[in-house]
């Protein structure tokens, strides 16, 4: 596969970064992932707008975004690999700067653009499995996709690699936070439920759209603090993240739920694929309103 650092295509043998860099030493690096549909990036500039956000609580100084540039990437590595679409993991790292911790700035990122295949199908409907590990609080007041990924792994270890499932956090005090890899909503009659920020969850670009979507079906959405007994009391449960998108549940530990043939779920999944083609921004359909 080829892939982009610091905007040069480069084939996979040829990738390297210096062990001086800060996000192999320290953890300071950030990512997007996210996937195309006929060559169109779903929700680039929010993707890109959390990136941002989340390089400047680092002090990691980035050029301003600019859609055409990143449109311009991401086609010339479509083309150079051969594919109409593709996962992308858009990658910032803080720089090289020598061991020891510094108060300056970050001013000399580096920025590697990975490219892997999309598989050929993704499961129709995924097992939940709530996890001994807990979720740890994020380093700042709101989780950043930042290297700092132990956790997530270490959720993943225990879990093991089954496919079709997912493993569910819970908070130390043991609400409902996300899965490993997703977010995680459930619908009880009229309401949609998901986890608030405080619980140590991603803000996921899924999420927000999920969010916009079930207010606009009609439905009401509360964003809170839940135990795992009130999750498991719903009538469906959907996982979502960029690349999945929305997944529903069939079981969750001892708790059964619609799956694939949840109304909500399909619903949305519906909506979900209108978009996908099209949209740069979430904020582009809350505009139409």
């Not at 996210?34 to 956000?53: E, I, K, M, N, V």
């Amino acid at each position: 596969m080829f892939h982009c650092v610091n905007g040069e295509l480069t084939d996979e043998a040829s990738l390297q970064v210096s062990p001086f860099d800060h996000g192999f030493l320290y953890g300071m690096g950030l990512f997007e992932t996210f996937r195309t549909y006929s060559g169109h990036p779903f929700l680039l500039d929010d993707h890109f707008h959390r990136l941002h956000a989340s390089a400047e609580q680092m002090q990691i100084k980035l050029p301003a975004y600019d859609r055409e540039r990143t449109l311009a990437v991401i086609g010339d590595l479509l083309a150079a690999n051969n594919t109409e679409d593709a996962y992308f993991r858009w990658n910032i790292t803080a720089g090289e700067r020598g061991i020891g911790l510094p108060s300056a700035p970050y001013d000399a990122p580096n920025e590697f653009v990975f490219v892997k295949q999309l598989p050929a199908s993704f499961p129709a409907e995924k097992q939940a499995v709530t996890l001994n590990q807990r979720r740890n609080t994020p380093e700042t007041a709101v989780r950043m996709k930042s290297h700092h990924y132990f956790n997530n792994i270490a959720g993943r270890q225990e879990l093991g690699d089954a496919a079709g499932v997912e493993g569910i956090f819970l908070t130390e005090d043991g609400l409902v936070s996300e899965g490993i890899v997703s977010n995680i909503f459930w619908r009880t009659g009229q309401t949609v439920f998901t986890p608030d920020l405080t619980c140590g969850c991603l803000p996921g670009t899924a999420r927000s759209y999920i969010i916009t979507a079930a207010r606009k079906a009609g439905l009401q959405v509360e964003s809170g603090r839940f135990s795992l007994a009130h999750a498991q009391a719903a009538d469906e449960v959907w996982l979502t993240n960029a690349i999945q998108e929305i997944v529903p549940v069939s079981v969750w530990d001892e708790a059964i739920f619609s799956g694939q043939d949840g109304e909500v779920y399909r619903k949305l999944r519906s909506v979900y694929h209108q978009h996908c083609r099209q949209l740069f921004s979430l904020a582009d359909w809350q505009d139409e309103s």
